[in-house]
């Protein structure tokens, strides 16, 4: 692999074959078979395809790359749940290399190699109370938490109330987001955040 072709993919957070047929002045097909050529020899990391990153670059990610690439995975998304509320340091539970996502489109997961993207779907009318930090969008902390109290009330999350320290949170701007949310997410939060 020629190493200024490869320096410019170094620079990317992530790239498609589309990315290394011009990189490398190739066509698309030849790009392909050189992605899955690569990504055999274990230089490239497929997470979906047509959406790769180079394997030397995983060390040197940080949390907010991720949480950029969680983003680009599957678009329209942000950041939110536990990953979310241990980034504002409202939870104890950590959850390394596992990032939690809402969607307007389907929930599915992405596993690769030592971490995981895991996307939940929510209602379009619920896809709000998220803020651009950066590169990535992430759900503003009493959001997370909203989200998660959502899914716990479709038997589609786990939350550990317990590890959750609620004095972080804005109450004023919980109860200002919660106005759309069904009554029993409203209930959830009531009973466990005692407000």
Known sequence: MNKQRLS?????????ARDVAYIYNIALPSAHVLCSRYM????FIRLK??????????????????????NMLQAPSYISLMTALCFYEITTQ???NW??????????????????FKYHRIKSEL???FVRSDTFFI???????????YLVSLNRYSLDWNSLDTKFLDISRL??????FPDRVKKIIAERCRI
Do not use: C, H, W
């Open 99 to 116: 990032y939690e996502s809402i969607s307007q489109r389907r929930s599915t997961q992405f596993d690769r190699n030592e971490f995981a």
């Open 8 to 16: 410019s993919l170094k620079e990317r957070l992530f790239f498609t």
């Open 139 to 149: 759900a503003e902390a009493e959001k997370a938490l909203l989200d998660a109290a």
């Open 94 to 96: 950590v959850q390394p």
């Open 175 to 180: 109860n200002d987001l919660m106005t759309p």
């Open 40 to 43: 055999k020899d274990g230089v």
């Open 49 to 70: 395809k047509d959406f790769y990153v180079l394997d030397s670059n995983l060390e040197r990610y940080g949390e907010k790359d991720f949480f950029s690439i969680a």
């Open 127 to 129: 896809y709000f109370g």
